[in-house]
């Protein structure tokens, strides 16, 4: 991956624009690959050389002036290891995981306690974009409503009636800010038929977690909706480039409220009319499990999806074949749609049927 560098990204970024990239959560659905300790997010899933965040942070590059990741206490050595050209400054260390509002308030109020009040997107670290520049397109635009006051969410064009995303429903346009629309709704992730609906309506987009908004207008807008949170992150904003951070995280951070920015923010705001939608078609894909990774990762010549492994590989009628990792010999012989998971801790053998039961298999193990 070509290195990003502070230069680099102000040669073509938008002025006094910040991404900050939220790196938290485990994989589940991932395991073995995916541990606790060494999350999806830090892994090249797709054999580019580049993990997940660095891959979100390369391809924020040419819009982002700032940018600052927000991940684990347990993490934070890993991203600065992935992450060399950020300083120490841009990398939030979270002592534990407060879900997504906690992690994306402290960052914007560090971000105007140090800048003052500007936009800034957020941008999970563990989403593959396959085709950056229409993101970029999108966040342009976002950029635009954003500075006009409104909290702007980039709105995934759906390719299929998907029940495990949440869906934003699109109303009439914003203003003059030519391709973003008010958000009239978010919703949960409905049951096939609904959302069967939704696509045949054509007024409704995958929600995938992106927003993008000034910072002033975030704070605003959690000061009316979650008080001692907005209190608790302004404390802690004001003490982080200081002597007094890691008290003032010990005695703050506990307190404050783990909801989601959909639940403190996007759901409230959009009933009040302060929600706009951009809706990109940027090949936007959640890798949530081996059945959604083997889709997106080109097999070998031979058919087989190899991935960070060099030692041998066969498949003998066994179609849609997938090994991951291992130093050791992997044979298959009259089984199709097998991924294979070799790694010191463990190994797993699943049919990409069951993809979603990694998850509580994994559970099981470690009640065991």
Known sequence: MESVTPDSRKASARPDFSAVVPA??????????????RPKFLHDLRGTGASLL?????????????????????????????????GDDDIVAE???????????????????RHGAHVFGSFAADQVVLRPDELMRAIRIAIEAAEAGAVVTIGIEPLYPATGFGWILRGEPLGDVEGAFRAEAFVEKPDLET??????????????????????????????LQPSLHDGVRTLAAAWDGPDREASLQKVWPTLTKIAIDHAIAEPVAAEGGVAVVASNCDWIDVGDFAVLASIV???????????????????????????????PVVIIGVDDVTVVDTPG???????????????????????
């Open 54 to 86: 660095q891959d979100t942070v390369a391809r924020l590059a040419p819009v982002a002036s700032r940018m600052m990741v927000v991940t684990g206490v347990a993490h934070a050595a890993a991203v600065h290891e992935q992450l060399p050209a950020l």
């Open 346 to 368: 463990a190994l797993l053998v699943l049919g990409r049927a069951s993809a979603q039961r990694v998850k509580d298999a994994a559970s099981s193990l470690e009640g065991a």
């Open 95 to 113: 002592p534990s995981p407060r879900d997504s509002m906690a992690a994306i308030a402290l960052a914007a109020a560090i971000l105007e306690h």
């Open 195 to 224: 959302a069967q609906a939704y696509l045949d309506e054509g007024r409704h987009y995958w929600n995938a977690g992106m927003f993008v908004m000034r910072t002033d207008v975030l704070l605003g807008h959690l000061a009316r």
């Open 298 to 328: 080109e097999p070998d010549a031979d058919g087989v999806i190899r991935l960070n492994r060099s030692a041998p590989t066969l498949a003998l009628d066994a179609s849609g074949t997938m090994v991951i990792g291992g130093d050791r």
């Open 24 to 37: 938290g959560g485990s994989g589940t659905r991932l395991w073995p690959l995916s541990l606790p300790d």
